[in-house]
């Protein structure tokens, strides 16, 4: 717009009818202004800031570039490093009798000769479907060390010691 507005200044000169669309292009550069400002505004409130520091997690940075975002919709998760939590899944037919502080080893798959311990904070009261397709009880541990995890997001096994039971009841 400001490239037409000079070209029709200079043209103005040996052409006096010029001078309306002179007038015109000057109140279209200031339209434009306006969008810019706006679109501006528009790409502050875009930007997505977090609350506190920590690692971004998503599955595929694939999965969210280029694609319209309505509000509500979980993007992303920001987990804190330093305080790491570890989800257990017990099938229904393990599920013993478990206290809110029990001990919890867990070893990861990318280093399954090394364990790790956590504490049991929560114990989901009903089974529900995991994205396997199998039942399963979901529990919540504290991992007491969480700098001796290599990184976030990884997987593993892990044992949930509780009270002293009777195999032979568990078994039948």
Known sequence: ARAALEKTERERL?????????????EQIKLRKLEL???ETRLDLAEIKAPRDGVVLFSDVNDILGKPVKIGTQV???ADPDKLELLVRIPTHSIIDLESNADVEFFLNVDPLHSHDAELRTISYQSSKDEDGLLSYKARAIIENPQDVERVGLTGTAKVYGDKTLFIINVL
């Open 14 to 26: 040996s052409d006096p009818s010029k001078s309306v669309e002179v007038n015109a292009l000057k």
């Open 37 to 39: 400002e706006y679109y």
């Open 76 to 78: 992303m998760k920001l």
